[in-house]
């Protein structure tokens, strides 16, 4: 015995420090994967030298003599920073996410692969002009430069993540860049999942009015009545039976098509005479996913050449060589999602006689198809054929469940803008350096396809402008459908008849009130002469920034500006609060604890307040008190926070008592569903954050997602790759704060919001300001993984001048690329 335990101490001694010491070392050669602060390489195919200087807070200042040769630039600077985050851009574009993530990442690649965005990348790539494709290879070089480059001593050469997943990353390829600006669009697009909730709706039974009671119409719009969709569809009326497995909204790390998780967005300009400065002010936040890092990579671009020197300055996309979101030297533009109607979902019939055929208006046709090989990490390769029809591909059955709802001997296939072969959108962003006017600028539009955008402008001269820029199919006028749900593939009143023109598309410049606005509500008035949408995204942000910016005759500041991207004051609870409150006080049951908080907040959900918490979390428990009874298995993929439906519950202007449960004999009314809402809601705070409400904070339960993809979904991982800090707001604030309240395990964490927030002053362009949700850097060792979540939360900002006089002396780092 004594020898044993003498060997156990020899081994302790001995053994521990030494793993100790490879632990240690493994650390350092990971840590060692950043890029060192300053270097240089020689790279082929530039014109001139190219600087990359980046300052305290990680921002790069990209210099060079032509416009490529700053795109190679922001190539290297992006390969650098976010290797990674490229890597699975890429990936997903070719529906190849299982080669790296395994299992979980299956029915996100049979679902990419089958709508072929990596093939209509390459398309749209040739058929880009020389220009263009210039451009695009230019900034691979960059890309592939650093891929390319010998490791240094005792260092990964790759990011964390791949050498924890045994990955390394393929060259960058130019349609790459195409690849990564459409899955915007895969982020972006909304309609599809409209057209979904209507076919679940009509396939239980629902009436059309009954479906506009839980999908009402917009203020100022007035569809056509919704025909029958069962009767169209010729759906079946029997028990809905859900396939296991089947949800396209938890498509594995990247929940690729989230409904909660969809963009949004806040944007104004001022003209000058509505300013403090008498110049004007463009201010911009959109609203996407919350991710780690930052969906967004700031920049400045500076080209100095015979002809001066031009700058471009802002939000860049991680795989793509321009900025999105941002300045030159005369001009200012910010984005918000327009959310216009550019999918339909087509039913076809499959030959009963022949199952390669699809019924068309011409008669019988046989479908498109190729044979697909998904490799997958870890497991045996997934072998499945992708078909395609007249209209576009065909739906995978998973689909949001698409397969339980069809009909017998029927598929969906999905006609999209974004599938376009000719897309030319990436033109749109290269060629930004020039414009010198707000009319230039909306004139470089013309060549961009998708997602449509609602751009506001501003220029030096004073004037400003909206443009919203994409591309709208038209409709047959006898479709009486217009876009609301899935329709005939076989009647040929359902077809596309062109495209919107682009003298067409809503434009505006320098309108007498001296401002816009836009927030994803309806952007058009009565007499516009096209279709868009028929589902806008609620008008409480709209009208907030109506009131706020739009008609606030104040004259405004920069900082006035800010103050409105922090504003957290909630509209919808503002008009529905009351209502919920009046109908239960005094009843029994009620906590008097809870009615007093509430009776005295102001309906701002700040970090520091229980009752934004306790508000929301009795908004969650009467929405499903309310509709889950009625909308059985089509309930929890419609389920969010939606203020217009339950005011217009509240308020009695619903075709029928969606307060009544079905499952009892009796007829419940909206006051007893309230009470008994509350009270569990209550129940649940309580086991969530304890038994002390006067300890309930919002902030504490609303952080900030911050998820990475894939470690967010490994929980010894999540807590060193997400980035999360508490956030103020909520569902219909202008600092927005989405929370998915049917996700039971964290329904009031925040998953979307201001992905990035910028104001540009045209009194002094290089006082701008700019600010993302996480850092520059993607790599988790790095002190930029994560120093902008505090500033975000805070809605504070940096600035990022192009004057190098104001930024050099802040350089922490240069890098400089020699032509060779």
């Known amino acids: 015995m004594r020898g044993i335990i003498k060997a156990l101490v020899r081994f302790i001694f001995f053994a521990v420090p030494l793993v100790l010491i490879a632990a240690g070392a493994g650390y350092v050669w990971m840590a060692r994967s950043l890029p060192p602060v300053s270097g240089s390489m020689t790279l082929t195919g530039l014109a001139g030298p190219v600087t990359i200087s980046r300052d305290q807070n990680g921002v790069p200042h990209i210099t060079g003599s032509s416009v490529n040769d700053v795109f190679t630039g922001l190539g290297f600077a992006h390969a650098q920073d976010r290797l990674w985050q490229m890597e699975v ?14 299992d979980p990442t299956v029915d996100s690649d049979i679902w990419l692969r089958s709508m072929a965005i990596h093939e209509a990348s390459q398309a749209s790539y040739e058929a880009l002009p020389e220009a263009g494709k210039e451009a695009l290879r230019a900034y691979a070089a960059g890309v592939n430069a650093w891929i390319e480059r010998e490791g240094r001593a005792f260092a990964a050469k790759w990011p964390p993540e791949f050498v924890i997943l045994g990955h390394e990353p393929e060259l960058w390829q130019p349609a790459d860049t195409v690849g990564a600006v459409k899955m915007m669009s895969v982020s972006l697009g909304a309609n599809s999942q409209f057209e979904m909730y209507r076919l679940g709706f009509a396939r239980i039974g629902l009436t059309s009015e009954e479906i506009n009671d839980l999908l009402p119409p917009g203020p100022g719009d007035n569809p056509p009545p919704l025909p029958d ?23 594995g790390p990247l929940r690729l098509d989230e409904d909660v998780r969809r963009g949004a967005s806040n944007n104004w300009v001022l003209a000058g005479e509505r300013t403090t400065t008498g110049q004007p002010i463009v201010a911009n936040d959109p609203h996407l996913s919350l991710s780690a890092p930052s969906i967004w990579y700031l920049a400045h671009l500076r080209v100095s050449d015979d002809g001066g020197t031009h700058n471009l300055v802002g939000a860049t996309l991680a795989g793509a060589p321009f900025v999105l979101l941002g300045r030159n030297d005369h001009v200012a533009w910010g984005f918000t999602n327009t959310a216009s109607d550019v999918q339909d979902i087509f039913v076809e019939k499959v030959n009963p006689d022949n199952a390669d055929e699809y019924l068309t208006p011409d008669g019988w046709k046989e479908f498109g198809s190729k044979r697909e090989t998904i490799k997958v990490s870890g497991g045996d390769a997934v072998e499945f054929t992708r078909r395609w029809t007249r209209h576009g591909p065909v739906l995978p059955s998973s689909y949001r469940n698409i397969g339980s709802y069809l009909p017998e001997g029927t598929v969906a296939s999905l006609q999209w803008v974004a599938l376009a072969r000719d897309d030319t959108t990436v033109l749109s962003g290269i060629d930004l350096w020039s414009d010198t006017t707000v009319a230039e600028f909306q004139a470089k539009m013309a060549a961009y396809v998708t997602p449509m955008q609602s751009m506001v402008a501003a220029d030096k001269a004073g004037n400003i ?28 009143v359902y077809d596309w008849q062109g495209m919107i023109p682009f003298a067409g598309l809503p434009r505006e410049i320098n309108p007498a009130i ?17 279709f868009l949408t ?12 109506k009131d706020l910016v739009v008609e606030n005759r104040q004259a405004q500041s920069p900082e006035m500006s800010r103050d409105v991207q922090a504003d957290v004051f909630s509209p919808a609870f503002a008009v529905v609060g009351p209502k919920m409150i009046g109908l239960v006080e005094g009843k029994k049951d009620v906590d008097p604890r809870m009615i007093a908080l509430l009776k005295e907040w102001d309906y701002r959900m700040v970090r520091d307040s229980a009752a934004p918490l306790v508000f929301l979390a009795w908004f969650r428990e009467s929405m499903i008190g309310i509709f889950e009874d009625d909308l059985g298995p089509t309930f929890k993929p419609w389920f969010r926070a939606r203020g217009v439906v339950m005011d217009n519950v509240l308020s009695g202007r619903t075709s029928r008592n969606w307060c009544d449960d079905r499952t009892t004999t009796g007829e419940e009314n909206c006051a007893d569903v309230l009470a008994m809402a509350l009270s569990r809601a209550v129940v649940d705070l309580e086991e969530r954050f304890g038994n002390e409400p006067g300890e309930w904070r919002w902030g504490a339960a609303h952080l900030s997602a911050g998820e990475h993809a894939p470690f967010s979904n490994v929980p010894v991982l999540k807590r060193i790759f997400d980035v999360q800090v508490e956030s103020a707001g909520g569902p219909f604030t202008l600092d927005r ?14 998953v979307s919001g201001s992905s990035f927030r910028g104001i540009y002053d045209f009194a002094d362009l290089n006082n701008s300001t700019f600010i993302t949700t996480t850092g520059q850097s993607g790599n988790v060792f790095s002190r930029h993984y994560r120093d902008f979540a505090v500033p975000w939360s805070n809605v504070e900002s940096i600035r990022i001048p192009t004057d190098p006089a104001l930024y050099e002396e802040t350089i922490a780092g240069t890098w400089q690329l020699v032509p060779g």
């Open 737 to 750: 704060g989405v929370t998915p309240l049917s996700n039971a395990k964290t329904p009031y964490i925040n």
């Open 514 to 530: 001296g401002a816009i606005g836009t927030a994803n509500a309806k952007i058009v008035g009565p007499d516009y002469p096209y």
């Open 229 to 251: 969709i069962a009767r169209l569809l010729e759906l079946d009326n029997g028990p809905l039976k859900i396939a296991d497995g089947g949800s396209q909204a938890d498509m």
């Open 465 to 492: 402008g909206m443009i919203a820029p994409g591309r709208v199919p038209i409709r047959h006028p006898d479709n009486r459908v217009m876009g609301r749900a899935p329709v005939p593939g076989w009647d040929a």
């Open 534 to 545: 028929f589902d806008w995204q609620e008008p409480w942000r709209q009208d907030r920034v």
């Open 89 to 102: 851009s890429r990936m997903a574009a070719q529906g190849r996410l299982s080669e790296m993530f395994g």
